[in-house]
């Protein structure tokens, strides 16, 4: 049966296996019996685009770069705090690295407050740094859900004569009236 999935199913090349027909299994048979490799998957090699060699496409796990790339994915795609204690998801780190170890929600929310904080710090520098003025303009807006909201945005232009803006604030506003505020 040329269906079945328990008979090989040989190439027609007068019987003989596509493998050895083209002179490579003497190299897998090696590949996959040999003691002195301890990658199993020739996927996990990569060329080396300096060195022309081949190297490891996994380099050494860092844990708190990790973390650092976490808190930004949640915060860049409006996640839930509660995202990093998903099954699946702690599934699918420890699958991509097994010294992947779980993180809270309390622990990435403590991140991304650092990460905030870091942030807020590199845009006080930057705004000193600016030698010319610094415009600040306001905008309120009501969302879909009726709420309003008003932001504080500041316009600079920076040493290499580029147009900035910045969210300085962004509150919730109580009662938001049109044309009035």
């Known amino acids: 049966m040329a269906g079945n999935l328990e008979d090989p199913i040989i190439p027609e090349s007068g019987g003989k296996d596509e493998i050895e027909s083209n002179g490579t299994g003497n190299s897998i048979r090696h590949v996959k019996n040999c003691k002195m490799r301890t990658i199993r998957d020739v996927g996990q090699m990569l060329l080396s685009k300096s060195t022309s060699s081949l ?3 996994m380099p050494k796990f860092n844990a708190d770069e990790f973390r650092e790339l976490l808190a ?3 915060v860049r795609h409006d996640l839930p705090f509660q995202f990093v204690v998903y099954d699946g998801i702690k599934k699918c780190f420890s699958y991509l690295h097994p ?3 779980s993180v809270t929600r309390t622990t990435i ?3 991304i407050l650092n990460m905030y904080k870091r942030d807020k710090e590199k845009m006080r520098v930057d705004l000193g740094e600016v030698s010319g003025r610094i415009s600040l303009t ?3 807006w009501t969302s879909i859900t009726t709420d ?3 932001s504080l945005t500041a316009h600079y232009v920076d040493k290499y004569w580029c147009l900035q803006k910045r969210i300085i604030n962004f509150c919730f506003m109580a009662t938001l009236i049109p044309g009035f505020i």
């Open 148 to 150: 309003g909201y008003i």
């Open 55 to 57: 190297k490891l496409r």
């Open 109 to 111: 929310k403590a991140d």
């Open 138 to 140: 306001f905008d309120c």
């Open 72 to 74: 930004a994915a949640i």
């Open 99 to 101: 010294d992947f170890e």
